[in-house]
Structures are given as structure tokens and as C-alpha cells.
């Protein structure tokens, strides 16, 4: 009882019509539900800090994955369309929901966002997560290898590994 009243998922058999995971583009209302799973990793240093305000007014570029409705997976795109090419940024799944296909789910999605787009490379930057990428098709790149506007932004303290995916 304990089990079935105090955690999120229960243990007994869930009847349901509908998925109970839902993978779809977020809105103004999922800004709080991101902000709370991004922020102790942000605290941590996995992802760069990013405000409620920025988050508003990028929210366009993030999706969701809800399960029994509770945001717990986001991810971004950040096109550059001169190079063909976009970022996928801010990828995070709760811990709780981890190794569920969730996290291959958000990527596979940003990439069919940037196919919808005709872009032709994905490309990631991460201080910790390579393996994951490069075990999804990313291949490891040189900062020249980024498009000229976001090589300009690349912070060279975080000396984030540069991983790009061919689409
Ligand atoms: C990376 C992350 C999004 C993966 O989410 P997820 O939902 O667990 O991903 P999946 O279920 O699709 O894949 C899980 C697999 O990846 C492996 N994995 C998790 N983190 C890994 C890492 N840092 N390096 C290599 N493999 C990793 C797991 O062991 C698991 O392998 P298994 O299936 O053989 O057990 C999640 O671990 C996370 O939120 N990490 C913190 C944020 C982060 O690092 N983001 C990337 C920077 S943009």
C-alpha cells in the first residue's frame, strides 16, 4: 500500500486507453515543469544555466516527454540554417525515469525537427555525456567544426567535447 500510495508509478496494473508516455513540443505552460528538471543540473554544471526569462522566450525550441502526465525529459534545437546545421541542447531526463528510452526518444525527435528543417548535421556539446552521443551515431569534432556564431559563444573554460551527427 505504501508503495502503491507514495511513489509515482505504484505497483499495481495500470489500465489505461492512452500512452501513458507522450513525446511532443513544449509550451509556455511546460516553463516551470523544465525549469525544475533542468535546474539541479545546471547547479551541478551538466547544462549551462539558463534563466526563466531565456527559457520563455526559447521555449519554441524544446521538447517534452510527459509520462502520466508530468514533464520528465526535455530537449532543444537551436537551428543555424546558414550552415545547414543545429544544435541540440539541454537534454535531460529525471533521474527517477532514466535507462527508459526516454533520453534515445528526445534525441531521436530533435533529430526529425531538424530533418523537418532540412538541416544536414546535428551537433551537440557536452563535458560529461560523449559516450551517450557518440553510442547514438555522433561522431567527436573540433570546435571548428561548429558554425562560426556558436564557435563565437563557446565558452573555452567549460572545454566542452564537440559532437556532430550527420542527417
Ligand atoms: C544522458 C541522459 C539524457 C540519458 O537519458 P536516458 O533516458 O537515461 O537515456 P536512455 O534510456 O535512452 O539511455 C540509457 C542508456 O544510456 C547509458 N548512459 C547514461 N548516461 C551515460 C553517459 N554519461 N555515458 C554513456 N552512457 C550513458 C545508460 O547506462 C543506459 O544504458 P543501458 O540501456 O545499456 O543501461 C540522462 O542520463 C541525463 O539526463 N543526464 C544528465 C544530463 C546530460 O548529461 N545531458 C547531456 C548534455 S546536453
Known amino acids: 500500500m505504501l508503495m502503491e500510495f507514495f511513489t509515482r508509478d505504484g505497483v499495481g496494473t495500470v489500465m489505461t486507453s492512452a500512452p501513458l508516455a507522450q513525446l511532443r513540443d513544449a509550451t509556455i505552460d511546460d516553463v516551470g515543469a523544465i525549469l525544475g528538471l533542468i535546474e539541479p543540473l545546471e547547479t551541478d554544471g551538466t547544462l549551462v544555466k539558463r534563466g526563466r526569462e531565456r527559457l520563455e522566450m526559447e521555449i519554441t525550441r524544446f521538447s517534452v516527454v510527459e509520462h502520466d502526465g508530468v514533464i520528465v525529459g526535455c530537449a532543444a534545437i537551436y537551428p543555424f540554417s546558414t550552415e545547414k546545421s543545429a544544435e541540440l541542447a539541454c537534454l535531460a531526463v529525471v533521474p527517477d525515469f532514466r535507462r527508459s528510452g526516454y533520453g534515445e526518444q528526445l534525441c531521436s525527435h530533435i533529430e526529425a ?6 538541416l544536414k548535421r546535428l551537433f551537440v556539446l557536452t563535458t560529461r555525456t560523449a559516450h ?6 555522433f561522431v567527436e569534432a573540433g570546435v571548428d567544426a561548429l558554425p562560426e556564431a556558436r564557435r563565437e559563444l ?11 551527427k550527420s542527417l
Open 132 to 137: 551517450w552521443f557518440i553510442e547514438r551515431g
Open 154 to 164: 563557446y565558452n573555452l573554460q567549460r572545454r566542452s567535447k564537440v559532437l556532430v
Open 113 to 118: 525537427r531538424a530533418k523537418k528543417l532540412k
